[in-house]
């Protein structure tokens, strides 16, 4: 039996205060056991509140879709249509009467479902959760209409450019690897999906050995603990389990420039980049604050320079992507067709200050104080630990990463940011997705990179893909 310990926690507005003032902030104490089957379980005690929040986590997400897109992203919403032995009507009101929260859903890397309720009503709906993570129903027909409700949605996406840009950009960056995988699948990948194809995944991936359940809330430990083996513990799974594989680094070799046309756009939507981090990088949070500065606040260098002072847009940012095995890294805003040219160049001129003029101190020491206070406020509730411990498990986040924070924030230097940024920010090859209209901006495009045309109309998010 494994187990880990971590020191208490500060918490609520008093965490806040003291994390802004420099005070060291811990994760709260909690335990990680193995049940006999494989099945992973941390439980983590909070006695402030009589709440508990319910997570199970399974390593499998987008990347497991293969040539079906969409699946992982399809069954992790339809693990809430109901158990074998009960109807998806039936749990929803033993939630709902309770007031109680049940939620699923599928990410790149991992698929999980969650539930919030009051201490006293752990016994009710504990093994309702346990029946829809083990026996779910995928009853045929609310599977049809969850998936016609999904292939409706995509087919919406991509009348707003702004909800599918990143997709392409993402896309562009991975190729044909495991990453570049859209997690809500395409219209047509997602279309022909069957209820055969969603019990598949669900038998190949959500078994206990694939698998945690991680408790956090007001609850006595032992009795959890009982409970937990009493409804997980008969929990089995034929064959070996599941490997991760390798899903792909970030594509860039050249200048690139992916031009999805979208004939009646009045705006162009951009997105500049290149590799980025993986999640569990020791350097990524000092790359928080870093990117503050650039683009991660209202007050950042890309929205001062691309919205208050220039008029270009109504809101510019950049981001680290992080995954498991790697990352992207992006700038992206939106601007009116006839003003692309002027906005990319406005935005990469913004991006190329990291070298050409650093980060000085003053703006370095309102962005930590700005991360600082960002910080405990993302790890107060039950339902955020959960999910914190939930990326622990599935993406490999190692605890230190949280408990160093402080540490890792206040010993950040102007001399250390030039050598991360020179580590990490991407500076040549820089990858591009322009989606607009393509007789309008295909001269400007082809100013920053080798230009490859699709159109926003055809399935997918990639070249040639009809």
Known sequence: MKKLVFTTALAGAAAAHGAAQGAEFK??????????????????????????????????????????????????????????????????????????????????????????????????????????????????AELDKLKNRKVSGLKQAKESPRQVAGTYYRSMLYGDAPYASPAGGTVNSLAALKRADVQGFHGRYFRPDNAAIIVVGDFDPAAMRRQIETLFGQWTADGPAPQRADYGKPLAAKPRVWLVD???????????????????????VPLQVLNTVLGGRFTSWLNDELRVNSGLTYGAN???????????????????????????????????????????KATLDSAKAYVKGQFPPRFETSEQLASLLGDMYALGVDRAQIDNFMRDVDGLTPAKAKQLVDRHFPRQNLQMVLVGKADDIRKVAAKYGEVTELEISADGFRPGRK
Do not use: C
Not at 40 to 48: A, F, K, Q, S, W
Not at 79 to 90: D, M, N, P, W
Not at 270 to 279: L, M, S, T, Y
């Open 27 to 140: 994760l709260p104490q909690f335990e990680t056991t193995k049940l006999s089957n494989g099945l992973t379980v941390m439980l983590m005690e909070r006695h402030e509140v009589p709440l508990i929040a319910v997570r199970a986590v399974v390593k499998a997400g987008a990347v497991n879709d293969g040539t079906q897109a969409g699946l992982a992203n399809l069954t992790g919403d339809a693990i809430l249509l109901g158990s074998e032995k009960h109807a998806k009507a039936a749990i929803d009101e033993a939630f709902d009467f309770r007031g109680a929260q049940l939620a699923g859903g599928s990410a790149t890397e991992q698929t999980t479902v969650q539930a919030n309720f009051a201490k006293n009503d752990a016994a009710a709906l504990l093994p309702l959760f346990a029946e829809i993570v083990q026996q779910p129903s995928f009853e045929a």
């Open 262 to 284: 979208k004939p009646d756009a009045i705006e162009t939507t951009f997105v500049i980049g290149g590799p980025g981090i993986a999640r569990n990088d020791p350097d990524y």
């Open 318 to 360: 950049s981001a680290f992507s992080p995954l498991a095995q790697s990352g992207t890294f992006a700038v992206s805003s939106f601007t009116a067709s006839a003003k692309t040219e002027a906005a990319l160049d406005l935005a990469l001129k913004t991006y190329n200050r990291l070298w050409e003029k650093g980060i000085d």
